[in-house]
C-alpha cells in the first residue's frame, strides 16, 4: 500500500517549526490538535529525513511513513460542500440541488491540497469573486487539486493554466477535471515556479507559504500583465507586511483573514 512520507512534532512553536521545514518543500500540513503537534507531509522520503535533521536536536520530532488508507479516511470525514459566495466545492459523491446561481466545482479527496476545507483555499476562492473576471487568462501557481484554476475557468476565465511541483498533485488536479465535464478551458502542468518560465497571464493565483511568497515575488509579479491582478495566500497574519513588502509592485485592493490565515488580492501597476 502507498504510503506519504511525514513527520509528526511535538511544538507550542508551529511558525517557527514551519519555517525551519520550509526549505524542504513540505506538501501539507495537519493540526494533531490533541496531542497538541503537528504532522508534515512531504514529497519524498528524502525530504522528509532532511527536514529531519535540521529540526534534531530541538524539536520533538518523529518520522512516520502514514498509510494512504488512512489518508483517505480522514479527509472524507471532512468533506461536506463547503460554499464560497457563488462557488460550492463539493466531492464527486455528494448529490447537490444547487441554487441556479451556484457554480459546483467537484474535487475528489486525495493528496492534493485544496477541497475547501482549508482557510487559504476559501480566501483565495472569495478573492477571485471579488475579480471583474471578463475573460482573463489564469495562472495558479501551486495548484495542488486544481480547485483554483477549475473555479476560475467556472467563473468566466478565458483559460487557466494550473502549475505544480508535485506530480501527485497534478495527476489529482487532472482526475478532478475529468470530474468537471463542463471545464473545457484548464489544463495542468507539472512545473517548480523557482526554475519554470511563467506565462504572463491577466491573473495569477499563489497560495502558497508565506516564505515562498516572499522568496518568489519577483517571478510572480513578472508573471501579471501590468494592471493585471495577484490573489496571494498561505501567508498567516504576521507576514501579512513582509509579503506586501515583496510584493510592493502591486497596491492591495482586497484583503481578509480567517483562522489566522491572510487572503489578498493586489493589482499591479
Ligand atoms: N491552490 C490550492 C493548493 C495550495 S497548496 C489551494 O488553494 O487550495 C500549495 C501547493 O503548492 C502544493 O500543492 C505544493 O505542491 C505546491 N508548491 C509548493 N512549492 C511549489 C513550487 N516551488 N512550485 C510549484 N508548486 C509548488
New binding site residues.
Partial sequence: MKTYPAIDVRTDAPDLLLAIVDDF????VEDLERERSVRIFF?SPTDRDAALRALDPCFDAAAIDVPDQDWARRSQENLKPVTIGRIIVAPPWVALSPEPSALVVVIQPSM?????H?A??RL??AALQAIPLTDPVVL??????????IAADRLGAARAL?????PD?IQSARENLAFNPAVTRVRFEI??????PLPVSDIV?????GA?LIR?APALIAAVRAGGTLVL??LLAHERDDVCEAFAAAAVFWEREEDGWVGLAMKKA
Fill in positions: 518543500g513540505p506538501t501539507a514529497p492534493g491540497f485544496g477541497t475547501g482549508h487559504t483555499t483565495c476562492l495558479d501557481v501551486g495548484t495542488g487539486s486544481g480547485v483554483l484554476a494550473g502549475i505544480d511541483c508535485d498533485a512545473g517548480d515556479l523557482s526554475t519554470m493565483t499563489a497560495n502558497l507559504t515562498l518568489s495566500s498561505g
